[in-house]
C-alpha cells in the first residue's frame, strides 16, 4: 500500500513521530445476503400468486416485510455495509446506481473492502484531538478470487484517489487501462 500511497506523494517519513498523517487502514470482507424469494420459492411473478395482480402484490409485501425481516437480524445490517461501502448517502450516488438494482445487488454480495482514513497526526500529537484529513473506501466483489488478489487490483486502482475528496461516488475497474494527459496549453484566437 506504501508504493501506491506515494502515487499521490504520501511517502513514510523515516523519523518516528515527525510525520504528518497518521493513517489508519481497515479491511475486511463484508457478509453475503440470502435471496429470502428464492428461499421461499419465488422465482417469477407467477409465483406470488397467480393471475390477481391484487392478491400478487399483497404477497409481494408479505414477502418483503419477511425479507426486510430477516436482513434487519442480520450479522451485519444493509446500513452498516452501506456505510463501510461508501454508498449510504444516496445524494453521493453516481446516476447509475440511483436505479436501485445495482446498489442493492453491491449490499447483496459478498465484497471485499478497504477504508484508509488519514488524520492529522502532529495535532493528535500535541492535542489529543482526531481531525480526519481525508478518508478513501474501495471494494471489489469477493467472488471468485481470494483477498490477496483483489487487495493488488484494490490498491491500484484505488491509488488514483488517495488523498482527494469526491463529491459522488467514484467508479473505475481495474482492467481500466484509460489515461489522460493535458499537453500545452494552445490559445487560438477567433
Do not use: C
Request: charged residues 25%; aromatic residues 12%.
Amino acid at each position: 500500500m506504501a508504493t501506491h500511497l506515494s502515487f499521490q506523494d504520501f511517502y513514510p517519513d523515516p523519523v518516528k513521530g515527525e510525520g504528518d498523517l497518521l493513517i489508519f487502514v481497515h479491511y475486511g470482507l463484508t457478509d453475503h445476503e440470502d435471496d429470502v424469494m428464492a428461499m421461499m420459492g419465488v422465482n417469477n411473478e407467477a409465483d406470488l400468486g397467480g393471475a390477481n395482480f391484487i392478491d400478487a402484490i399483497n404477497n409481494l409485501d408479505a414477502f418483503q416485510s419477511a425479507e426486510d425481516n430477516i436482513n434487519s437480524t442480520a450479522r451485519m445490517s444493509r446500513q452498516f455495509k452501506a456505510h463501510i461501502l461508501g454508498i449510504n448517502d444516496v445524494r453521493m450516488l453516481p446516476k447509475h446506481l440511483k436505479g436501485n438494482y445495482e446498489y442493492n445487488e453491491m449490499l447483496k454480495e459478498p465484497r471485499y473492502f478497504v477504508v484508509l482514513m488519514a488524520y492529522d497526526y502532529q495535532r493528535f500529537m500535541k492535542q489529543g484531538e482526531t481531525v480526519v484529513l481525508w478518508a478513501t473506501r474501495y471494494n471489489i466483489r469477493s467472488a471468485g478470487q481470494n483477498f490477496d488478489a483483489a487487495i493488488k487490483d484494490m490498491n491500484l486502482v484505488a491509488s488514483d484517489y488517495f488523498g482527494k475528496n469526491f463529491d459522488k461516488l467514484t467508479r473505475k475497474r481495474s482492467d481500466d487501462k484509460s489515461a489522460v494527459e493535458i499537453g500545452e496549453i494552445e490559445l487560438i484566437e477567433n
